[in-house]
Nanobody, 122 residues
Framework: QVQLVESGGGLVQAGGSLRLSCAVRGRAFDSLATAWFRQAPGKEREFVAAISWNGGSTYYADSVKGRFTVSSDYAKNTVYLQMNSLKPEDTAVYYC???????????????WGQGTQVTVSS
């Protein structure tokens, strides 16, 4: 069974940067993509970015394009989310999940991790 473990969250000032990690534990012999979602208090979990199983393709939510970059290290079984030019509205718990490439709806993803809190102060 595949387990995802997020880390790297924290408190940062607006304009700052953070890098989140999503460690994929267990054997995953499939072609599922890995995606980042986020959930702010009182709001639905929303798509942020995703990367294909081989790291060759990525796609992003419009709200983070040009600021966030998703990447993967196959040897370490880890997916990263580099977040630059952070804004207070980026404050949320960030989760990674696995699902079909090209999807943005959370119902198409599973194996969610426990999440990591990102707080951006103004």
């Amino acid at each position: 069974q595949v387990q995802l473990v997020e880390s790297g969250g924290g408190l940062v000032q607006a304009g700052g940067s953070l890098r989140l990690s999503c460690a994929v534990r267990g054997r995953a012999f499939d072609s599922l993509a890995t995606a980042w979602f986020r959930q702010a208090p009182g709001k639905e979990r929303e798509f942020v970015a995703a990367i294909s199983w081989n790291g060759g393709s990525t796609y992003y939510a419009d709200s983070v394009k040009g600021r966030f970059t998703v990447s993967s290290d196959y040897a370490k079984n880890t997916v990263y989310l580099q977040m630059n030019s952070l804004k207070p509205e980026d404050t949320a718990v960030y989760y990674c999940g696995r699902g079909s490439y090209g999807q943005k709806d959370k119902t198409n993803f599973g194996s969610w991790g426990q999440g990591t809190q990102v707080t951006v102060s103004s």
